[in-house]
């Protein structure tokens, strides 16, 4: 009998759900994208990227694998985008009623739908930072509103959306984003204080989902719909360490990895990324906000609306 695959090939020890403080939901789905294909086969080249990558993380003087990562079964519904986004949906809400910290890895931006939706059922008054190269906010696209068209359509009805790094859209969406919560590429290539004015349009939970073409294509190219300029590595750490120190970021997705079958550089920093985010999520553990005292506790706030009295299975 063999043992189950671990992420990143970390001890079984520390990937057994039981144990493990963070989940990470494969999602190999690339049924609504529109130009490169092959965002199903993301998920597979970031995990072998992650089996090759140093676990010991330099800046946070940490390991966070150590905090337990459960690689969950991939979600492999195929029939329909709706069906897709539902199973996600209620997949991700399963794992965090079970008060782990949930991750996806895509597959193509759709998915984020039922990742969304899931979060806003479980957390209140949650702010969706979408770090993206495209707006997305089209209520249907080609016969579906279950469309990578429409990632965060439904968020900005429903959650605070706030919008980075955008710089392609349809002149349609004008009339849905809110102009005081979007950052565009060109405004933020000239204002030095762009992080600080997103962090002060979130509420206290946060929700990030990451399109990997908000990256510069210089270092991130193997994405099904890239776009010249985009965020670099560094201002991108920065960021994100800002986000996650002061706020409470209860999950994430990364979406749009399309590897080319020879280049590595892409699925490379897509594995890194995801675990700088978990070692900015987990390495502030010793500094709890202001007047709250999280010893005992899961990772979440106690602005979740978990029930406790309820057997989650």
Request: overall charge negative; glycine content about 6%; some cysteine.
């Amino acid at each position: 009998m063999t043992n189950k695959r671990t992420y990143a090939g970390i001890p079984e020890e520390f990937g057994r759900l039981e144990a493990a403080m963070t989940v990470l939901i494969p999602v190999p789905y690339d049924g609504t994208s529109t130009w490169g294909k092959g965002a199903d086969k993301g998920p597979e080249a970031f995990l072998r990227a992650s089996e090759n990558m140093e676990l010991y993380d330099i800046e946070t003087d940490s390991e966070v694998y150590e905090k337990g990562v459960y690689l969950a079964d991939p979600i492999t519904e195929k029939s329909s985008p709706e069906a897709l986004v539902e199973s996600v949906h209620q997949v991700t809400k399963n794992y965090i009623n079970k008060k782990k910290f949930v991750t996806l890895i895509g597959g193509e931006h759709s998915l984020s739908i039922g990742s969304i939706r899931a979060f806003n059922e479980c957390f209140d008054n949650l702010t969706v930072l979408q770090i993206d190269a495209h707006a997305d906010l089209r209520p249907e696209y080609e016969g579906s509103s279950c469309n990578h068209a429409c990632a965060v359509y439904e968020a900005s009805q429903t959650t605070n959306l706030i919008q980075v790094g955008i710089r392609s859209m349809d002149s349609s969406e004008k009339s849905i984003m809110n102009p005081d919560k979007v950052f565009f590429a060109h405004e933020m290539a000239t204002n030095e204080y762009w992080m600080e004015d997103v962090i002060d349009q979130m509420t206290q939970n946060v929700f990030i989902t990451f399109d990997l073409d908000a990256l510069d294509p210089s270092i991130l190219p193997s994405t099904g719909t890239p776009e010249p300029g985009g965020l670099l590595w560094y201002e991108t750490l920065e960021f994100l360490r800002r986000v996650f120190n002061q706020k409470n970021v209860v999950g994430f997705d990364l979406v749009e990895l399309c590897p080319d079958g020879v280049n590595k550089q892409s699925e490379f920093l897509a594995a890194k990324l995801y675990y700088k985010m978990l070692s900015y999520k987990f390495n502030d553990e010793e500094a709890p906000l202001e007047g709250e005292d999280i010893e005992g506790e899961s990772p979440f706030s106690k602005l979740n609306k978990f029930k406790e009295d309820e057997d989650y299975d």
